[in-house]
């Protein structure tokens, strides 16, 4: 290969006879391969649909972001992203907030993504399907949504204790007795609703005399 006048004399068919050259710059072909070649290896890697968990809709505002942050990383490659939300215990009673969740996530990712399955609940999960959609800042404008409240500052109660359940009972309400009512006996009978009065105990027994000591006989 000869160089001349910023030209390269290339050998580009070897085995002919006569070898068949060509006259070029070979440093600006070399890139423009280059630059085929990286955009076919990230065409091969886009198109696949990566799953992101979420485990509790008590997660941080800072695990939220990290997730949210491998979520647009995986879209600029060109892939789908499918996140999948599990409720816990008496979080299936919020479910509210978990559709609030998904709509912070799709603010988050909103430049670079469309919605391609919105919010859908099935059994304990709920799940949402971005697919890639990259927009120009400078001419759309991101949804204003309402803040939501991600984290344990939901004050969702976890465990089996039900409302108004005091404390140290073991999740068991305290219950007051229920007075008694209705029939007190055979042929006796009280208006329902009033109470009975408990019955009087029995005196106790009078203690019985000791026995006089025996007189011992004189012969």
Not at 17 to 31: E, N, S
Not at 118 to 139: C, F, N, W, Y
């Amino acid at each position: 290969m000869a160089r001349e006048a910023g030209l390269d004399l290339v050998e580009v068919a070897p085995t002919a006879r006569p070898p068949v050259c060509r006259i070029m710059d070979y440093g600006k072909w070399r890139y423009q391969q280059q630059k085929k070649e990286d955009k076919s290896r990230a065409s091969s890697r886009g198109g696949r649909l990566k799953q992101i968990n979420i485990d509790t809709i008590r997660i941080g505002d800072h695990d939220l972001q990290i997730k949210v942050n491998r979520a647009r990383d995986f879209l600029k490659e060109g892939n789908k992203v499918q996140f999948t939300l599990r409720f816990k215990g008496r979080e299936m009673a919020h479910l509210d907030l978990g559709r609030n969740l998904f709509n912070k996530v799709k603010q988050e990712l909103f430049l670079v993504s469309k919605v391609e399955r919105d919010a859908k609940i099935e059994g304990k999960r709920m799940s949402l399907v971005l697919q890639p959609d990259h927009k120009d800042p400078t001419k759309v404008k991101i949804p204003d949504l309402p803040p939501v409240r991600v984290g344990s500052s939901m004050n969702i109660p976890m465990g089996g204790t039900r409302p108004g359940a005091a404390a140290g009972t073991g999740g068991a309400s305290p219950v007051a007795p229920r007075p008694q009512t209705g029939p007190v006996g055979p042929g006796i009978s009280r208006p329902a609703g009033t109470p009975i009065p408990p019955r009087p105990t029995a005196a106790p027994a009078a203690p019985r005399p000791a026995p006089a000591p025996a007189t011992p006989a004189v012969s």
